[in-house]
């Protein structure tokens, strides 16, 4: 594996560098020399080598010097660097490898002290390599696992989407029929057909949603009115707390400007409204409030609902994962709407907590950066 590994050997005196040179070359690696700090960076610049064997005492630019103009480029930061010095000092050797340097060597040399030095960080230098292309290898494998399966998912889910309208629109005709329309049994068959569609119709539109968010990288974000859009938000479930007897109500809140994707939010939003009126009993309450603290935004989404068994709560947030309590399991959902939420407020660069008691109610709080230019303090509920 040490065939051919190319080496520049930097050193004002021209016997160290014959010998050095010799010795290696001798060893089958490719040996380049250079007599001060200037050729040795033109050297590198030209042909980056795999490894430097470097003097510090040189005149005009010393070996520190050399090795902090490497490795302050990107391109030939990861160089391995062994100093070969005759300052011993305790000083001289720190500063070696504080400006970068992974081994020190102090003359007068060893030729087999040197031998080993350079075999241990040249196979360090190609296990890392090695290393670095099997993560980019399965890097690209998992990306084109990644998209077939997006691809397949999408591509099915899309071309279902024709044949489940064509199911409930010919159930609803055959509902319509006289023959069926006085017949209750036929009447509860195709409610029940009709049911199934409308589920299925349901998972779909979930999972083209997540798709698209997971797939669409950064989001678009504007300045919006914190209070403005949770009222916005509200105001489509107002309807359905109403039917339900449940108090669905937004607390006051500090003045806030917020940055985010107004639809995309919105939609992470409407998905806790929606669980919290959901799992949550006649009588009970849904609580909106938002703030700020230091340089995050929050919003909190608080009902006094079925509550979350302890155990499930680090799984919550999984693709396709329900509570699994019977009273849970009663309500409709295709366990991707927290998954939505999650990646969602990722894009944001914000993050999901969940606080729930079972049989007591849940809280769950979308926490996003502020805007750096109107900072605003609240009370923490972090």
């Not at 010799?22 to 001060?36: D, M, Q, T």
């Not at 350079?118 to 998209?147: G, K, P, S, W, Y």
């Not at 449940?246 to 003045?255: C, F, G, N, V």
Request: hydrophobic letters at 45%; proline letters at 5%; a negative charge.
């Amino acid at each position: 594996m040490m065939k051919k590994a190319r080496i520049l050997i930097v050193d004002d005196t021209p016997v160290n560098l014959k010998l050095l040179s010799s010795v290696l070359a001798r060893k089958e690696y490719e040996v380049r020399a250079a007599r001060n700090g200037a050729m040795a960076l033109q050297a590198v610049d030209t042909s980056p080598p795999d490894l430097i064997l470097l003097d510090i005492a040189m005149p005009d630019m010393d070996g520190y010097l050399v090795c902090s103009h490497l490795k302050a480029d990107p391109r030939t930061a990861d160089i391995p660097i062994i100093f070969i010095s005759a300052l011993n000092d305790t000083e001289d050797i720190i500063k070696a490898f504080e400006v970068g340097g992974v081994d020190y060597i102090t003359k007068p040399f060893k030729i087999k002290e040197v031998l080993a030095r350079v075999e241990n960080q040249l196979t360090m230098l190609f296990q890392r390599r090695e290393i670095a292309t099997i993560h980019e290898r399965d890097r690209q494998h998992f990306a084109r696992l990644t998209e077939m399966r997006n691809q397949f998912i999408g591509t099915a889910t899309h071309d279902l989407k024709n044949p489940l309208s064509l199911i409930t629109g010919h159930v609803y005709l055959l509902s319509r029929l006289p023959a069926l329309a006085a017949d209750p049994v036929a009447q509860g068959y195709l409610q029940m057909v009709t049911r199934g569609a409308m589920k299925i119709k349901l998972l779909i539109t979930d999972m083209l949603d997540l798709i698209q968010i997971e797939s669409q990288g950064a989001l678009q974000v504007q300045p919006v009115s914190l209070d403005e859009f949770l009222r916005d938000c509200l105001s489509d479930f107002v309807l359905q707390a109403e039917k339900k007897g449940i108090t669905l109500r937004l607390e006051d809140m500090p003045a806030i400007t917020v940055a985010l994707h107004p639809e995309a939010m919105g939609r992470s939003v409407d998905n806790l409204l929606s669980n919290a009126i959901k799992y949550t009993a006649a009588g009970g309450t849904v609580s909106v409030r938002a703030g700020q603290h230091q340089d995050l935004v929050w919003m909190e989404v608080e009902d006094t609902g079925l509550g979350i068994p302890a155990h499930e709560l680090p799984e919550l947030f999984t693709t396709f994962h329900r509570v699994q309590t019977p009273q849970h399991l009663m309500e409709e959902g295709t366990g991707l709407g927290l998954s939505i939420v999650k990646a969602i407020v990722e894009q944001h660069g914000g993050r999901v907590e969940v606080d729930s008691i079972e049989g007591q109610g849940s809280c769950f709080r979308i926490l996003i950066p502020a805007l750096a230019e109107a900072p605003v303090e609240t009370d923490s509920i972090m």
